[in-house]
């Protein structure tokens, strides 16, 4: 794909740089900016008074809302310069007041959020961060350089997650909550400090998650929570010891290791 599609939309107030790359039936309103070295695919709607620049990609059926920044240069002392990228997948709603920022080289380079994400107005997505699919940042909330967060997770309004930190698929973080370690799958933590209070049930639930399987992460909470040894062992002890999928898939989630240590019930 190069230049702009016949079919785009281009407001006559909107500013695209030379060289930005414009999809199909792409829409971008008034008072917005293109980089030249951005490229939307086609059926995104970019509202108006909206900056998007560096090397950003956005992927098909994406909204982005007013106010919004992404793609400029992150919020790390020691970028330099360097030539990073972020990408931004499909089906995407990105609202007002957002800034998405590109990755340094020391972090890999990109930032990259997955499909199907809700970013409510004011979220933060930070350099070098892994966001996975249908991911939902509530408002105000910010995830801080090099975070991953797995698919399906929830990151309550006015909550932070500090740098380096993994958060599980499925994990939820409570509103108002400081999550300073890695949050392990379909958990729940909440309260100002980051508490692991249990398993993310809702979400389970509106999953359609079977009671036998939500029974046997259960289990495993409570043997992470009062088994012998070190977390570590008793992940690895719960590995050899069942073979529930989404007992399996928290295994692995300890067993990748950790720079910021776990968060244990």
């Known amino acids: 794909m190069s230049g702009i599609h016949p079919s785009a939309k281009i407001h006559p107030q909107a500013l695209v740089e030379d060289g930005a790359v414009v999809g199909a039936n792409t829409w971008v309103g008034p008072f917005s900016v293109l980089g ?6 086609e059926d995104v709607v970019v509202k108006s008074h909206v900056v998007i620049t560096g090397r950003t990609r956005i992927g098909p059926g994406s909204h982005v809302f007013p106010f919004t920044c992404l793609g400029e240069v992150p919020q790390d002392l020691k970028y330099s310069g360097e030539e990073t ?17 590109p990755g ?3 972090g890999g380079g990109v930032t990259r959020v997955g499909d199907d994400c809700l970013f409510m107005a004011g979220t933060h997505v930070a350099h070098d961060c892994q966001i996975g699919d249908r991911v939902i940042m509530v408002n105000h909330s910010g995830a801080a350089g090099h975070c991953t967060i797995g698919d399906g997770a929830i990151i309550g309004g006015l909550s932070g997650v500090h740098q380096f930190v993994r958060v599980g698929a499925g994990a939820i973080i409570g509103g108002l909550t400081k999550v300073s370690s890695d ?4 958990a729940l933590v909440q309260g100002p400090s980051g508490v692991l209070d249990g398993l993310n049930l809702v979400g389970l639930k509106r999953r359609g998650v079977p009671r036998d399987e939500i029974a046997a992460l259960r289990d495993a909470l409570q043997a992470l929570a009062a088994g012998e040894g070190a977390f570590k062992d008793r992940a690895a002890r719960l590995g050899e010891e069942s073979d529930n999928a989404l007992v399996q898939e928290i295994v692995r989630f300890v067993a990748a290791g950790s720079e910021r240590g776990f968060l244990t019930p």
């Open 36 to 41: 030249a070295e951005v490229e939307l695919a």
């Open 85 to 101: 990228r972020l990408e931004i997948g499909a089906r995407n709603r990105i609202r007002e007041h957002v800034t998405m920022n």
């Open 104 to 106: 340094t080289e020391g």
């Open 183 to 186: 949050v392990i799958p379909h």
